[in-house]
T-cell receptor
Framework: GEDVEQSLFLSVREGDSSVINCTYT??????LYWYKQEPGAGLQLLTY?????DMKQDQRLTVLLNKKDKHLSLRIADTQTGDSAIYFC??????????????FGQGTRLTINP | DSGVTQTPKHLITATGQRVTLRCSPR?????VYWYQQSLDQGLQFLIQ???????AKGNILERFSAQQFPDLHSELNLSSLELGDSALYFC?????????????FGSGTRLTVV
């Protein structure tokens, strides 16, 4: 079945770049997603990348996709205290009924040091 | 405000009891997904409804059930509650049933079973 793996913790200094990594197993995933969860809140869709793309940039966010290695990364430039959150990588997976669902990694808790 | 409304935000109940969690999807979205987030299991897909019909089932216990009503709001019923059912329960919605447009999440219901 599908499996999405992420490291659990990342700590960076304010102003530095943060790079959050993710590996996934389903090579047929058409879309891959990054979600952000702030304390006490739900998951917010940050960005996504289509599987035929290598890179997508959106302001301070850069997503890199290596399909051969099934590796996805999210780079946050000039990390700010407001970026402190848990970041989830997700891929499209199939249910037993053949429907599609999002399969999430365990989430990476990003901590910003002043 | 994501547009997905979940009530209540917090719920404390005793073991053996039954509770109902409610979700109103974003306007125009036909599909509703329920996820359980616990510390040790991460985000687990429970069940999906599309336009009133069950579309897919995930790791949902037999003690749990859900439904989607004609006005598209959904309810998740949890019965014979156990301590291990304590978790955050998220509802998400999407316009189509495939999830390819990404999901919009509510802010969750925190269930504590004592």
């Amino acid at each position: 079945g599908e499996d999405v793996e992420q490291s659990l913790f990342l700590s960076v200094r304010e102003g530095d770049s943060s790079v959050i990594n993710c590996t996934y197993t389903d090579s047929s995933s058409t879309y891959l997603y990054w979600y952000k969860q702030e304390p006490g809140a739900g998951l917010q869709l940050l960005t996504y990348i289509f599987s035929n793309m290598d890179m997508k940039q959106d302001q301070r966010l850069t997503v890199l996709l290596n399909k051969k290695d099934k590796h996805l990364s999210l780079r946050i430039a000039d990390t700010q205290t407001g970026d402190s959150a848990i970041y989830f990588c997700a891929e499209i997976g199939a249910t037993l009924q053949g429907a599609q669902k999002l399969v999430f990694g365990q989430g990476t808790r990003l901590t910003i040091n002043p | 405000d994501s547009g997905v409304t979940q009530t209540p935000k917090h719920l404390i109940t005793a073991t053996g009891q039954r509770v109902t969690l409610r979700c109103s999807p974003r306007s125009g979205d036909l599909s509703v997904y329920w996820y359980q987030q616990s510390l040790d299991q991460g985000l687990q897909f429970l069940i999906q409804y599309y336009n009133g019909e069950e579309r897919a089932k995930g790791n949902i216990l037999e003690r749990f059930s859900a439904q989607q009503f004609p006005d598209l709001h959904s309810e998740l019923n949890l019965s014979s509650l156990e301590l291990g059912d304590s978790a955050l329960y998220f509802c998400a919605s999407s316009a189509v049933g495939t999830g390819l447009d990404g999901y919009t999440f509510g802010s969750g219901t925190r269930l504590t079973v004592v």
